[in-house]
């Protein structure tokens, strides 16, 4: 049976919307490469930079819940996307690395409410929607590998202030598009039970904060306080991967020497590795959704955490062999950090209670990409005043944390009233 046509507009709807969402996050990182040259910065600067982009990416997700209650998830997802779209663009007036500060700083807050707003319309306006979820991750995937390889590619051709306007037009056009669909936002609701729908106009007309108050603290008093805390870790381990990977590519001695082909420099190659790992990291979320369904989440967090601490011990050694074990090196981490979320994507849906979900996820992403977003300006300074050596030494030590807290749930059972299997939605990205 396929999708019905409100599934399939709202589907279109949110692919393209968490597309271009990563398609931008994603982009920075190259950006922050080019930035340190332009201003003439330290990394530690360019860093605090970054993180003030990242960290309302996380923080906002709280306060957007709220306005996605008030005002509808479609009327949300459109003002982020044009939002997004005109924050990056004035990237390229920026005359110096604090008003690029700004401009990142706009785009992160606009850009933290993508997550409430899209998941709710698809929790909400979708039916069948385990297949939306996992096209909805994908799509996901999709931006997090095209946005650094547009932007390296980008970059070979144009100055960095023509790119960041080039990479804002997506995001026009897909707002264009989002006004010309038609569908439904309500129409699961709709077709399930009428309690539903009059429980959750109950819940958006009350005064909201008593409740809030109440339903957070029951969370963080059940075992979703340890689901936090290790989402907290994939958080820094994954922010200080992807935003200083792109620098630290750039010169390794495996790169030495080499021509590319098509006479790309060697940066060029060092981000095209890193787009490799990217992909590489679909392929981990593919393995590892289907895994949820076969293995206790909190075993498969364990594992994955110790997979993490060990390729960072392993950075600095491999960065001095040659290119193939570069390139390998890169392809097993991108496999195995994207391997990781729909495991904590699932244990969100197994310790918590269905209704509390919603705030769940909004501390989920407050704790990912909110929280996480620390490792930037600690991964600069470790960068610029220590070594490259500490900085994966931190890394491993994050992971191994997160697996010594996963272990935590092996031995705490599943609250009642939580989901069995929620695999339908562990193909998200996050």
Request: proline share 5%; with cysteine.
């Amino acid at each position: 049976m396929g999708l019905s046509e409100n599934d399939r507009a709202i589907a279109s709807f949110t692919m393209l919307a968490h597309g271009i969402v990563h398609w931008f996050e994603l982009a920075i990182p190259i950006l922050l490469v080019v930035w340190l040259e332009a201003f003439d910065v330290s990394v530690a600067l360019v860093g605090v930079i970054v993180a003030l982009g990242y960290a309302p990416f996380g923080l906002g997700a709280l306060p957007a819940g709220v306005l996605v209650d008030r005002y509808g998830p479609r009327r949300l997802v459109l003002g982020c996307l044009a939002g997004m779209s005109v924050a990056f663009a004035t990237l390229a007036i920026a005359p110096s690395i604090y008003a690029v500060a700004i401009s990142l700083l706009c785009w992160g807050i606009l850009a933290s409410i993508y997550h409430p707003a899209g998941l709710a319309l698809i929790s909400t306006g979708v039916e069948r929607r385990g297949t939306v979820f996992a096209r909805h991750g994908i799509a996901g995937n999709v931006g997090i590998a095209l946005g650094p390889f547009a932007t390296a590619t980008l970059l070979l051709a144009f100055d960095w202030r023509l790119v960041v306007v080039i990479l804002a037009i997506p995001g026009i056009l897909a707002t264009l598009y989002g006004l010309r669909l038609e569908f439904d936002p309500t129409a699961a609701l709709d077709s399930t039970n009428p309690e539903e729908r009059a429980s959750t106009e109950s819940r958006n007309e009350s005064g909201g904060v008593s409740e809030f108050l109440t339903n957070s603290r029951t969370l963080f008093a059940s075992s979703f306080l340890l689901v936090f805390a290790i989402v907290t870790f994939v958080g820094l381990y994954y922010r200080g991967v992807l935003t200083y990977l792109p620098e630290l590519l750039q010169g390794l001695p495996a790169l030495d020497g080499i021509e590319p082909p098509g006479g790309l420099e060697e940066l060029s190659l060092g981000e095209y590795v890193y787009v490799g790992l990217l992909v590489a990291g679909m392929a981990g979320q593919y393995v590892a959704g289907k895994l949820t369904d076969r293995i206790a989440v909190s075993r498969g967090l364990v594992v994955v955490f110790l997979g993490l601490a060990i390729l960072a011990a392993l950075f600095v050694p491999v960065s001095s062999m040659g290119l193939l074990a570069v390139v390998a090196y890169c392809l097993v981490l991108g496999f195995s950090l994207f391997a990781i979320e729909p495991f904590y994507q699932e244990a969100v849906a197994v310790y918590t209670p269905p209704d509390t979900r919603g705030l769940s996820y909004g501390y989920t992403y407050l704790g990912m990409f909110g929280l996480g977003a620390l490792s930037i300006s600690l991964g600069g300074f470790l960068l610029d005043h220590v070594s490259v050596a500490v900085l994966f030494a931190t890394l491993a030590l994050f992971a191994l944390v997160g697996a010594a807290i996963s272990v935590g749930l092996v031995v705490r059972p599943r609250p009642p009233g939580s989901d069995s299997s929620t695999h339908s939605s562990s193909g998200a990205d996050d």
